[in-house]
């Protein structure tokens, strides 16, 4: 049994303690916003916001979210789209789209610690990939967000 908050609301799973957190969000509580890429924490696909931080789920075990808050996609949007995601809309910042959820969680977390970030903040504080190489859209979005957060 694993019992944590998800997007404001407290969960228990019944599942194996070691199960990958992307696959319990995705196939136990069906918030299929967070995406699989290379199931290696390498690519950020998969990425959530664990108390805060931006992680990647593919590699964090369900039994290490014991009584922490998880923060999907979904649950960034639910009252409206956060200042993030108006400003991905706004830069036009993805192509394909499938690493987005994942660069937006990452932004939000890079924005809720450094609320005025430099482009070499960003490019730092982003190690998500992305195959299409939209970087300079998403580093103005992440610009533009702070903007937004600010007003």
């Not at 992307?22 to 916001?49: H, I, M, P, Q, S």
């Amino acid at each position: 049994m694993a019992a944590f908050i998800v997007n404001g609301r407290r969960t228990t799973l019944d599942v194996e303690a070691d199960m990958p957190l992307l696959w319990a969000l995705r196939d136990e509580l069906a918030l299929v916003g967070t995406k699989f890429g290379c199931g290696a924490g390498l690519c950020g696909a998969c990425t959530v916001v664990i108390d805060g931080e931006a992680v990647r789920s593919c590699q964090t075990p369900v039994g290490a979210v014991e009584g922490k808050t998880v923060l999907t996609i979904e649950g960034l949007g639910e009252s409206g789209l956060h200042a993030v995601q108006k400003a991905w809309i706004e830069a036009d910042a993805p192509q394909c789209g499938y690493c987005q959820s994942g660069q937006i969680m990452a932004a939000f977390a890079l924005l809720a610690g450094n609320p005025n970030p430099t482009d070499a903040d960003i490019d730092d504080g982003m190690t998500n990939i992305c195959r299409c190489g939209t970087y300079p859209r998403m580093r103005a979005a992440i610009h533009r967000a702070a903007a937004l957060i600010k007003t």
